[in-house]
DNA sequence: CCGGGTTTTTGTCTGTCAGGCACAAACTCG
DNA sequence: CGAGTTTGTGCCTGACAGACAAAAACCCGG
């Protein structure tokens, strides 16, 4: 069963080779120029939803839909301080714990005004803040979506996936969970971003053991329904770190 | 040790409520806009390295330094398109066997002509072909990269980053080995690639667990230095198949 | 055609780690 | 002080990666 080319990308090709020369693409005495915009798929837990921050548009297109916070970029910033700048409009960014790049979409027609890209961020923002939004802003929990405008809501999955994976292989929960929590409470927000059950005393172990997770000494003032108090623990670092790569990956001869 | 507030991204804050009405960014009649490429960072495995195709630039700035291939993004594609269209300039697009968005780079002095944003894609090209590349064309060893034009070194690292961790968690090897092969030339690939050894009889156990590769029942010609022949192994899938996330993430009782 | 050299393949052992379960610990409330 | 509730610990199992050793399959020279 050996088809003796391989499996080709579907593209057509450009046959005679052409000129190796120059930039390599279009030319003209100006370049080309689209917009382009900073998106924001930002995420909190709340109650144990996973939830989505979006703003009701006023105007056309998509009037009255629920869009992605973001907005064009500016001329002096580079994307990032631009996502961070939209967003203060909606959320105190002060708030985010984590932001990071996610994708670029560049469909033409995306935006039925006029050729824009958009580049859309991942952020986070811990569970016991609640950020003072406007009017016309709100969370949504992932689990069903609202109308989205534009090519929003597919973005908002795509940040959940993404959120889903490195909730596996990162100590990004870190921007999930308050400063200090215990163990329930870290597995309640565990399982609402991932959607399905995760014990707390397996998530315990795995945590400490990856270096993730410490305790703090303390434990939580022990209050409502009795039962035994539980520790407080914290993140060792509140900032990304990715575990161990896969196993083939591993050097060898490293413990 | 416990500050009553957490971690904060140090970002300045728009203080008081801004408007939540309209786009949200800053307004205009016309919107900005500002130039917009698509680059690749595309991987070979050539004899045992991992090699980066780059291009040596005829004109400044950046004249004589090598660089990614890639440039403009047109009117009516969308970035898959045009980085397709471009790389076509420079190898047969057939032999990629895989390609995927990797990040945009949006420095303002990036580009310093004027305002330019890149995508940057991965590609790979099996081993086994050796397309016919330009005369300013050509492959290096990722390991010493020589110097390179705009930020084109940083976005190779970041792709040769991002290659050496898939290959972990997915199937991409199939994009760098040829549709078939043996166990050592395979070991061979992912050595090269992750730079470090692997031992092809891990590998073998590893991979056919996971379900990436089978024996095609055929074996090699069993020509030169003798030994015995060596079975031929093909990947199942030749399109990017994601691995088990990691555990805490799996749902529980999930064979 | 027999045995040494070479390469691949199979099998075994060990250590790590995740998930499940049961029980002990710690606290509240009546 | 005991029942109820919640949290923490210990133990077992099963999956899996890495190392190593031995078997298998082939070439070649004598």
Redo the contacts between chains.
């Keep these: 069963?050996?088809?003796n080319?391989?499996?080709?990308?579907d593209?057509?090709?450009?046959n005679g080779?052409?000129?190796?020369?120059?930039?390599?693409?279009?030319s003209g005495p100006h370049?080309?120029?689209?917009?382009?915009?900073a998106l924001a798929v930002v995420f909190q837990i709340r109650g144990d939803q996973l939830c989505v921050l979006l703003?009701r548009r006023?105007?056309p297109p998509w009037e009255g839909a629920w869009a992605l916070?973001?907005?064009?970029?500016?001329?002096?910033?580079?994307?990032?301080a631009?996502i961070?700048?939209?967003l203060?409009?909606?959320v105190?960014?002060?708030?985010?714990?984590h932001?990071e790049?996610l994708?670029?979409r560049?469909?033409?027609e995306r935006d039925p005004r006029?050729?824009?890209?958009a580049?859309a961020y991942l952020g986070l923002v811990?569970a016991?803040v609640d950020p003072?939004v406007?009017?016309?802003?709100g969370w949504h929990p992932t689990a069903d979506l609202p109308a989205m405008a534009f090519d929003h809501a597919s973005i908002a999955r795509s940040g959940r996936r993404r959120l889903?994976?490195k909730?596996?292989?990162t100590n990004v929960g870190f921007a999930l969970a308050?400063?200090?929590f215990t163990m329930s409470q870290l597995s309640g927000y565990?399982s609402s971003a991932?959607g399905?059950?995760?014990?707390a005393t397996?998530?315990r172990r795995?945590?400490l053991r990856r270096g993730q997770i410490e305790e703090?000494g303390r434990s939580v003032p022990s209050g409502r329904s009795g039962g035994r108090p539980a520790a407080l623990f914290r993140f060792r670092d509140?900032s990304l770190q990715v575990?161990d790569?896969?196993?083939?990956?591993r050097?060898?001869n490293a413990p």
């Design positions: 069963m050996v088809e080319g391989r499996d080709r990308v593209i057509p090709h450009a080779r052409t000129v190796p020369t120059g930039e390599g693409g279009l370049p080309r120029k689209f917009g382009h915009e703003w006023a105007l916070p973001g907005g064009r970029l500016g001329g002096e910033e580079d994307l990032g631009s961070r700048r939209q203060a409009q909606k105190d960014v002060r708030d985010l714990a932001l790049q994708e670029t560049s469909d033409p006029h050729r824009t890209l580049t811990p016991d003072i406007p009017e016309d802003t889903r994976a909730l596996g292989y308050p400063p200090e565990y991932l399905h059950d995760v014990a397996n998530l795995v945590l703090t509140r575990t790569e896969f196993a083939v990956l050097p060898p």
